[in-house]
């Protein structure tokens, strides 16, 4: 298990476009891939993207089904089940001109939360941690959760869909409380 340290708004990093992963992966992607799962349960968080621990690179993990028993009960799945999913080189073939709105929190900013408006639907290709390429359909918390992951895959955090004093004042707010640290 090893849990690396999670980038924290406004770090350079997070505002970089990331490169494609080739493949056969190489063993140092299996164990970033490895290590972003074991960051995203420790955090806890629902997803995490590379950049968020500093690696360039178009991956992403999700677990939109496991909650932390403490944290998250609301929907009485049981404590510690897991689905993880490893999103690579993830593409969006469509997304819906309907837009839903959803609260939405990062990692990378902490205790922070904001309304954002996304297309409800995306359709996406992707490929999986074996090199298997996926084409699927996902809307709900899945599209919300997949949309803001991949954002970070172009530099983009969900606070820039926030106004720009909200913006600033969150920015703000992150450079007083990790100040030394970012
Ligand atoms: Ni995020």
Redesign the pocket.
Do not use: D, M, P, R
């Given at each position: 298990m090893a849990v690396r340290e999670i980038l924290i708004h406004p770090d350079e990093r997070l505002m970089q476009v990331s490169r494609p992963v080739t493949f056969p992966l190489d063993a140092e992607v299996k164990q970033l891939i490895r290590d972003m799962a074991d960051t995203m349960y420790d955090a806890p968080g629902v997803?995490?993207?590379a950049p968020?621990i500093g690696v360039l690179l178009r991956v992403a993990v999700t677990d939109t089904v496991w909650r932390d028993k403490e944290v998250r009960h609301d929907d009485g799945l049981p404590g510690g089940q897991r689905e993880l999913k490893v999103w690579i080189n993830p593409e969006f073939l469509w997304k819906s001109d309907v837009l839903a709105t959803w609260e939405e929190g990062?990692?990378?900013?902490p205790e922070t939360y904001g309304d954002v408006s996304r297309p409800e639907a995306v359709r996406l290709r992707w490929f999986d941690e074996h090199g298997v390429q996926h084409e699927q359909e996902f809307d709900g918390f899945q599209a919300v959760a997949l949309q803001?992951?991949f954002d970070?895959l172009d530099g983009k955090?969900?606070i820039s869909y926030l106004s720009p004093l909200k913006r600033k004042m969150i920015t703000n707010r992150m450079k007083k409380l990790y100040k030394g640290q970012i």
């Open positions: 997803g995490l993207a968020q990062c990692l990378s900013v803001h992951e970070h955090l969900f």
